[in-house]
């Protein structure tokens, strides 16, 4: 859904999730309230995310970030800065093997990278 953000409108975007929620296997409504409600807690900080990565990825861009990378570093600035319940570590090395798995040959390092530079400002 992250994903999704930079390809739509902020107003399509519960459409969006509605479509996503849909493709899933029977989804529990327990699921699928958690996952609106995370979505939307992760919108709202983007601005602040996005301020954050910024900062960080100096020489980088946002707009010049692949959106795979984008994507899964505003995932992990907000496990790190805004969500308690994951450790630093846990959000960094989750975020690389993601990196890894979806982004391009050097994804995985420019993640691990950026993330570390936060984890040593923090």
Known sequence: MLFR???HEEGEM???MNLYLESLEEPKEEDMGYLRNRFSQMLSKIP???AILSEISSGWKLN????????IL???VYEIKFDEEVPTKVAINEAVEIAKLFGGDSSGAFVNGVLAKLAREE
Request: glycine share 4%.
């Open 64 to 71: 010049r970030m692949g959106k795979v990378d984008l994507t």
């Open 5 to 7: 953000k930079d390809f």
């Open 48 to 50: 602040e995310i996005d």
């Open 74 to 76: 505003r995932l992990a």
């Open 14 to 16: 519960t459409e969006q």
